[in-house]
């Protein structure tokens, strides 16, 4: 079908999505299965933020991103005959109904993750009901199987994420080219997804996990994707494998072109960068190209804020009252990248933060409110969690430009200036900006004159 649609108008360069989305997480990383179903109900108010097909089933997608349910995760484990070790990842894969090309995917990520001293345990074939598919999901319907993964010898938490990643790439440049289908949600020992192209109401019946009082969490991401231009796809449903975005990326062409042409900028003793190029996919959607970038900087060692303040940083130039510091920051990351412009919102997890930054169009709502019971709310539209006024302690909107975090590990709560004193800080950017830059000037009228 894809080819056909080439031969045509669409393009899938083209492609961009306008969404809802939203994040719950309970500031001290206490699981529960509540959590899970109240992101649920939320994604639920959300259904009008996307379209739906003739079938009445068949949405643009939606899904779940959420910090790893451990206990449910290892009971379904024993259950399959594998006991994971103290540190274990779980990868939710997308795989071809060809028998022959989904043996072939299997085979090849086991085989990428060996090499990178990572011990496979086993498959789980993930229990789906097909009945909450439309019938333009159906044709596409990919087997759904998760993988479980144990960390090599002495591996922090880090150096298993990256190791992951390198694995899980190696095998999406081998069989992608052949098995279009092949995809993997996500692949970490800190988050997993549950994302389908059905319509909200519909995804705790296709994925029967969700039902299981068992799997609890304290952190989840929520997105209903709505397709503006963009032929839904079972990958291309949200959350990503790190955020979820509402909006348009309108930069995108030229971001994807510039991650070509800046590749041999892209240098770190962390990662064999040859085996992970392109860094980005130069097709699909917009999301999906940012998430991709935002993924190989956090492999690349950099943190979540400052990956982030690199790829949408707010409107920083003309603004002369900003902390000197804090404007050394931005300047030194606008030499290194071109800003993915929007308007765009974004929430996004590591496993530890869940947070959400707004680009400096500021034209995506995002409104956020903490209750007593240390949980906090944020989303496109207020409405998507009931809550009683007298338990809010503290709520609010983002600006342009901002961006806020709870950290489920610390059990604070980071508003926007929390996060410029982190960044600002955290190299002396005005000292390397000071002695390692020359800014050249000229005027327009002396240009035009010359």
């Excluded at 796809?233 to 030229?254: D, M, S």
């Excluded at 980005?280 to 400052?306: I, K, Q, W, Y």
């Amino acid at each position: 079908m894809k080819q056909e649609l080439l031969k045509g108008l669409y393009r899938p360069h083209f492609e961009r999505d306008n969404c809802g989305f939203g994040l719950i997480a309970q500031m001290d990383d206490q699981p529960s299965h509540w959590l899970v179903n109240t992101a649920i109900q939320a994604l639920e108010r959300l259904t009008h933020r996307g379209a739906v097909a003739a079938d009445g089933k068949t949405g643009d997608g939606c899904g779940l991103l959420m910090k790893k349910p451990d206990a449910f995760l290892r009971a379904a484990a024993t259950a399959c005959g594998f006991t994971p070790g103290e540190r274990y990842a779980v990868g939710m894969v997308f795989l071809n109904p060809d028998a022959a090309l989904a043996e072939s995917a299997r085979t090849t990520l086991a085989a990428e993750l060996a090499k990178e001293g990572l011990g496979v345990l086993g498959w789980r074939e993930v229990p789906t009901n097909p009945e909450a598919c439309g019938e333009e999901a159906l044709k596409s319907l990919p087997i759904i199987e998760q993988i479980f993964v144990d960390a090599g010898p002495d591996m922090d938490d880090a150096t298993f994420e990256r190791h992951l990643y390198v694995a899980r790439r190696r095998t999406e440049k081998q069989i992608e080219p052949v098995d279009p289908v092949f995809y993997v949600p996500s692949l970490s020992a800190q988050v997993i997804a549950y994302k389908g192209l059905v319509m909200p109401a519909n995804l705790p019946v296709f994925y029967r996990d969700l039902h299981d009082e068992s799997l609890a969490s304290s952190l989840c991401v929520f997105h209903q994707r709505f397709s503006t231009n963009t032929w839904p796809q079972w990958r291309l449903a949200q959350p990503f494998r790190l955020l979820a975005h509402n909006g348009e990326i309108n930069t995108i062409q030229g971001n994807r072109n510039w991650s070509v042409a800046r590749g041999h900028k892209f240098a770190t003793p962390l990662l064999p960068i040859e085996d992970v190029r392109p860094l980005v996919s130069m097709t699909g959607s917009d999301s999906n190209s940012l998430d991709n970038m935002l993924e190989a900087l956090l492999a690349g060692g950099m943190s979540l804020f400052r990956a982030m303040r690199l790829l949408i940083p707010p409107a920083w130039q003309n603004i002369r009252s900003m902390d000197p510091d804090l404007r050394a920051f931005y300047e030194y990351n606008s030499m290194h990248m071109e800003p993915w412009d929007g308007p765009a919102g974004i929430v996004m997890t590591d496993g530890r933060y869940a947070a959400c930054s707004m680009d400096r169009n500021g034209l995506r709502p995002a409104r956020w409110v903490m209750t007593r019971d240390r949980h906090i709310t944020l989303a496109s539209e207020i409405g998507v969690y009931d809550y009683a006024p007298e338990d809010v302690v503290a709520k609010g909107r983002l600006k342009p430009g901002q961006m806020i975090a709870a950290d489920t590990s610390t059990g604070k709560l980071l508003l926007p200036e929390d996060i410029d004193t982190l960044l600002k800080n955290a190299q002396p950017y005005k000292e390397w900006i000071a002695r390692r830059s020359r800014a050249l000037e000229s005027r327009l009228e002396e240009e035009c004159s010359a």
